[in-house]
């Protein structure tokens, strides 16, 4: 069980957007786990939404995590020979994940785990606790959203 540690860490991160709070939060996480019927195996996906439910426990009350900044922090931006290349870059990864946080909370998730992580839909469903067809609607639904206000940004700096 100790194996998805990192795994679960990176995971909270992502959600969370503080890097002291999402150890804590995973430790949380195996915490309880541990102390549940030793007997039982635990599975990754119930590893998954135990995290889940803390980080919502979590920001119901502090309301304190920001994603914007640690994501841009985990995602590297690929190297240029060229300190302008790198700057636009730069300005257009955050303005992407800038759009991705405005998501709503299930859509954003799956669509990170799909577009970011490279996870599967098998692996999405089980990690979300949803049915495949369920974590398809929202991949789909954040695809939608995310190019319609990517049109709408284009369509401004157009004018």
Known sequence: MLEYYK???NYVSKLV?????????AQETFVRVMELDSNKQIN?????KTA???VIDELRKNKKFSHVEFLEETYSI?????????????????NLMKIVNTLPSRSKEAFIF??????SRKEIAEIM??????????ITRATK???????????????
């Open 145 to 159: 959203k995310l190019q319609e206000k990517l049109t709408n940004k284009v369509g401004q700096l157009e004018r």
């Open 129 to 138: 606790g949803i049915s495949q067809n369920a974590v398809e609607k929202h």
């Open 78 to 94: 690929p190297k240029y020979e060229q300190p302008d290349e790198i700057v636009i870059e730069d300005n257009q990864y955050k």
């Open 44 to 48: 990754r996906s119930f590893l998954y």
């Open 17 to 25: 957007g503080d890097k002291e709070s999402a150890k804590d939060i």
């Open 114 to 119: 799909h577009a970011i992580d490279g996870y």
């Open 7 to 9: 795994e679960i860490l």
């Open 52 to 54: 889940r439910n803390i």
